[in-house]
């Protein structure tokens, strides 16, 4: 067994993944805490966590040095790194945050130091992309004078239950003696173990497809519910129905956002596609997924318009615009395509979000949030995004947004009660 406390650890990018694997290790010994965005490191010394997803009481209690300095890290020999790994406007992979962490991590690395990257990319970019970089910067040779490892992370935000330590850890590296080291540094933080994949391709892959399978099961489902409008068939009976056999997946349709799900199986499909294979279930998946917004909009439309009212004098209230419940992420959100798509006609949208930074939204989609009290009475509610604000609301909230009891309502997660809907609501779910 390594003795974990004689490796100095850091993590580079102390976003929804980086801080929860900071404070983790935080907790049993002194790391480093690194991050190129200043605002950040001084919201984390003053013990805010933007994100939500660590407390100003676990922030106090771990002992993390939080820095922008490149040369604090060169304290540290055992370095995590968690940056973004997003796609670019082509859904191609966007390595700049990666490889420019990279560059950072290799101007301070020495012989036998562990470089172990947590962010999600395509099996190969590790051993490949990452550490061209480590290797120019350092004049050092990976595997030689310093040692990669991978270790895909699975947290899910707002989810209290599946947490950095109660989730199994994958964990790989490039020669057993690393791998070990890797297994034992992140076994003393995960409660959950680790499980110690065959090679880092393996562990890279083995990430990329939990998404992507997910992924391609909601896109079956979206397909069920456009389908089955056609058959005027309520999607979710149909589920509930099919879910009494023991082996049917409970999977459920719903717009694909965020910066995982819907962003991962793009890094799949281009390596492949760079390999000579071009993929075509996994992006059939995710085109379907990626029309869900534009469909949403226009059904509404539809029925907007077999009502009394002029298009130009309606109003629609959206509720939510994070791409998932009770978290205050708004990167790559699906709710913005129903937006979007609304936008194209004469209607007023007014969109209410508990949850998301009012300021973030205005600077990445140029929208200004309703305050609630400010909303008007609208002819029909997107209920987009269920918060548990309007999960404990439910009809109430509904009824009150609405003008006296009347309107349309779409309840793109299918989580209002149909068995107590008020009178005069023509209600709509996927
Ligand atoms: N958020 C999730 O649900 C989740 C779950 C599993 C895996 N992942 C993967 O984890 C990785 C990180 O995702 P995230 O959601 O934590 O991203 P994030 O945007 O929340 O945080 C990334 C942090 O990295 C910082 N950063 C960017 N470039 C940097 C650089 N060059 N050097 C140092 N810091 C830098 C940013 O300032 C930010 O604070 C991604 O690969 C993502 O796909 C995310």
Known sequence: MNDVNKRNISVIGLGYVGLPVAVAFGEISNIIGFDINEKRISDLKDGVDKTGEVSSAELSASNIIFTSDLNELSNADFHIVAVPTPID?????????????????GQVLKKGDIVVYESTVYPGATEDECAAVLEVESGLISGKDFFLGYSPE??????????????????????????????????SVVDAGVYKAASIKVAEAAKVIENTQRDLNIALMNELAVLFRHMDIDTHDVLEAAATKWNFLPFEPGLVGGHCIGVDPYYLTYKSTLLGYKPQVILSGRKINDSMGKYIAESLIDNLKKGSKKIDEVVITILGITFKENVPDIRNTKVIDIICELSNFPVTIQVYDPCADSMDVRDEYKLKLVEFNDLEKADAVILAVPHKEFLEKGWKLISELLHVNEGIVYDIKSILDRSIIPENINLFRL
Do not use: M, W
Request: proline letters at 6%.
């Open 89 to 105: 406007n082509d859904k191609k992979p966007d390595l700049i945050p990666l490889l420019s962490a990279s560059k950072t991590v």
């Open 154 to 187: 699975r947290i899910n935000p707002g989810d209290k239950k599946h947490t950095f330590k109660t989730i199994k850890k994958v964990v790989s590296a490039q020669d057993e003696n690393t791998l070990q080291i890797v297994a034992d540094v992140y076994s």
